[in-house]
């Protein structure tokens, strides 16, 4: 059997696989071009500008899936072609969107280091400076999306422990953030907290998103819109 | 702790978000191509379309964990709570000045609920004003505000008692009850992560997540019990196999050495009575690698104990192992479980 993806990544950045998937990638012609395929892409990724993805990329795309020209364009292909139309709606849609909110979680939770530590302070400096208020906002917009998305009664086991521990995290944070004045908060470590929860919010509507894409078929009713 | 990741691992992450999306909406739409399926085709699609789902759930899983790992801190006070272990709390977040009082000075304005704590779990959402809290209406009154009132409330609630609350949405008046939770419970969910330096919490007796060793990052068994797909037995469902409580297993680990099957129930882990799917998981995670634990199931209406050796969990990858089951037929009901 071919080596996965995650296989050929971990070979790529000499992170340890087991020694029969390293010696097939060496001898199989088919793994060792992808290999150099996704070493090629990470040449090319490292090449791209540095980035900071719109702080409502995922509230564009919602409205984009919502729209009514989308939605009917949508629901006409499926009703036209049945199953397989309608899948590929879906998983475009989807795949989009998660592939956004995927990037986003990860260009912000990151701060990926660009090479120049003046440039990463200065980032870092205009995170700083984002006002509590537009932090809150964010944040109320996403929980706004959680609360369209409901929990499936069947849960995969690793995605539920993921989502129980960004949510217990959340709740410390809001536990220190709703006792401000008691703890004496200041106001720039307030304003970390609160930049701290809308990340971690953004990677749970990624995670519940995927969840939902994963469980019960209600992949159909995102791509659709109607969350 | 603020740990900075390399520019290889966000670049290994972005490459894996692309290759993991992009390679899903490729095969369907190479699929919605070809004419006339036949069943055969069909199967084929949704097989395709399952992994592909599967797939997305785990990089956005993987994203998440290595967000949370790479920034641990918590905040800088979270220490201070580690003593106030039986202290009672909402999982609301409200603004101490003016901001978060009613226009007229009546209720607390909600700026923040924390995903799946007591406030959400009783339907309050960000934007509600809380009028009334434990009988007792919040306005401002002897020089006090009604956000103190409130604070003041929730420090005499207790624990797990659920309690009067009354908010506002939009004019309309909802009366509801709210159970709160322990600090130290909401702590001790926090023990799951990589806090090294956490002071000892208060002995938390027969709460559900007690003996149960921290789970550093980068344990995930996808492959392993992570991959189990499970539901909680309502009291209905769970006559069907002659208990009233347990976790069904709808779809078993692809890792066959759990000896776990379609439509076992769970019923404890060593002892241990997992309160949901996620505490299975976390319960099957506290074991290391060759740790010997049992499982006690239900099977076929019959108590079963399963003797199982914990696997290598890093050994383990979903691809190499049987693939999943068929997803149900174009057109089936969803599962009903």
Request: some cysteine.
């Amino acid at each position: 059997m071919h080596a996965t993806v995650k296989d050929l990544i971990s070979v790529r950045d000499g992170e340890p696989v087991g020694a029969d998937i390293a010696e097939h990638v060496d001898g199989c012609e088919e793994c060792s071009a992808a290999l150099a395929e996704l070493s090629e892409v990470r040449r090319e990724l490292r090449r791209l500008p540095d980035y900071e993805p719109p702080s409502h990329s995922w509230a564009a795309i919602e409205q984009q899936l919502r729209s009514p020209a989308l939605a009917r364009r949508r629901s006409l292909g499926w009703r036209a072609t049945g199953l397989r139309a309608g899948a590929t709606a879906a998983a475009v849609g989807l795949g989009a969107l998660v592939f956004v909110l995927l990037i986003g979680a990860i260009m912000r939770g990151s701060s990926p280091d660009t090479g120049s530590s003046e440039s990463h302070q200065g980032r870092k400096t205009a995170q700083a400076l984002e006002p509590v208020g537009a932090l809150v906002a964010r944040s109320q917009e996403l929980e706004a999306v959680l609360n369209g998305l409901p929990r499936p009664r069947v849960e995969r086991a690793a995605t539920s422990a993921a989502i129980d521990e960004l949510q217990a995290r959340i709740e410390v944070l809001d536990l220190q953030l709703s006792n401000a004045d008691e703890i004496g908060l200041s106001g720039p470590q307030a304003q970390q907290l609160w930049s701290r929860r809308v990340q971690l919010l953004d990677s749970l509507v990624s995670v519940r998103y995927a969840e939902q894409a994963a469980r019960g078929n209600n992949w159909r009713s995102i791509a659709t819109g109607d969350i | 702790m603020n740990m900075q990741p390399s520019k290889a691992t966000s670049s290994a992450l972005m490459a894996l978000a692309i290759v993991v999306t992009l390679g899903m909406p490729v095969d369907a739409v190479l699929a919605a191509d070809a004419p006339n399926p036949d069943t055969a085709t069909r199967e084929q699609l949704g097989q395709k379309l399952h992994e592909a789902q599967e797939r997305l759930e785990q990089a956005a899983q993987e994203v998440a964990e290595l967000s949370m790992s790479i920034s641990d801190e918590v905040g800088p006070e979270v220490r201070r709570f580690a003593h106030q272990g039986s202290r009672p709390m909402l999982g609301i977040g409200i603004d101490m000045d003016e901001k978060g009082a009613a226009p007229d000075g009546h209720g607390v304005r909600v700026t923040s609920v924390s995903p799946g704590g007591p406030a959400d779990a009783a339907g309050i959402k960000a934007n509600d004003v809380i009028v009334a809290f434990a009988g007792k209406p919040l306005a401002a009154a002897d020089g006090k505000s009604p956000q103190k009132q409130l604070l003041a409330g929730i420090r005499e609630a207790k624990a797990a008692q659920s309690v009067a609350i009354e908010y506002q949405r939009d004019g309309k008046l909802t009366k509801t009850q709210i159970v709160p939770k322990s600090v130290a419970e909401s702590l001790a969910d926090l023990r799951m992560f990589s806090m090294d330096d956490m002071p000892e919490l208060p002995d938390l007796g027969t709460k559900h997540w007690a003996g149960l060793r921290p789970m550093p990052f980068g344990m995930r068994d996808q492959g392993g019990f992570g991959s189990a797909e499970l539901v909680e037995l309502s009291p209905q469902l769970g006559k069907y196999f002659g208990v009233d409580k347990g976790l069904l297993v709808v779809r078993a680990p692809h890792d066959e050495r759990f000896k776990l099957q379609d439509g076992d129930v769970i019923l404890d882990i060593d002892g241990r009575t997992p309160s949901g799917v996620s505490h299975a998981f976390q319960i099957l995670s506290s074991y290391r690698s060759g740790e010997t634990v049992k499982l006690h199931l239900m099977r076929q209406q019959k108590r079963v104990e399963l003797p199982v050796q914990v696997p290598e969990s890093s050994s383990l990858s979903p691809s190499r192992l049987a693939p999943p089951p068929l997803p149900p037929a174009p057109g089936a009901p969803p599962p009903t479980a």
